[in-house]
């Protein structure tokens, strides 16, 4: 029985840990195709404005309870809330630029977050 590799895999030098960012890759089509579906259904607009409700309802909730509490809270609705203001706003432009869209997650504490990019990236 030999190893097989999956197809994207990066070959590590040294002997210790690193952090790895992957990512995925939106052609041009398919963004189109999502923000048309969001664009013709009632469902998903409604959806948006629940869910911007939702979410200035547990900052304000994260403001009263103070803290070291309210700071996690504040933190975990702000980067859920640029993580889908990110790739909402790449697929619009990568619909309308014709480009696609590039988008990855980094673990890396120093790099923590999504990056998106406009095109196809070298590490999507």
């Known amino acids: 029985m030999e190893l097989v590799l999956p197809q994207k ?3 590590l030098e ?3 840990m690193q952090y790895l960012d992957g990512g995925a890759y939106l052609s041009a089509s398919q963004c189109r195709g ?3 579906s969001i664009a013709l259904s009632p469902g998903a ?3 948006g404005a629940t869910g911007a409700a939702v979410i200035s309802k547990v900052i304000r ?3 009263g309870v103070g803290g070291p509490m309210g700071w996690i809270i504040g933190t975990a609705a702000g980067y ?3 993580f889908v203001s990110k790739v909402a706003y790449g697929i619009g432009k990568g619909a309308l630029s014709g480009r696609g869209l590039s988008i990855a997650w980094s673990w890396d504490p120093f790099n923590f ?3 998106t990019y406009i095109g ?4 999507a």
């Open 9 to 11: 895999y990066v070959e």
């Open 34 to 36: 999502i923000a048309a």
């Open 113 to 115: 977050g999504t990056r």
């Open 120 to 123: 196809k990236a070298s590490w």
């Open 80 to 82: 859920g809330t640029g």
């Open 45 to 47: 607009l409604i959806a």
């Open 14 to 16: 040294q002997e210790e």
């Open 61 to 63: 909730y994260a403001k």
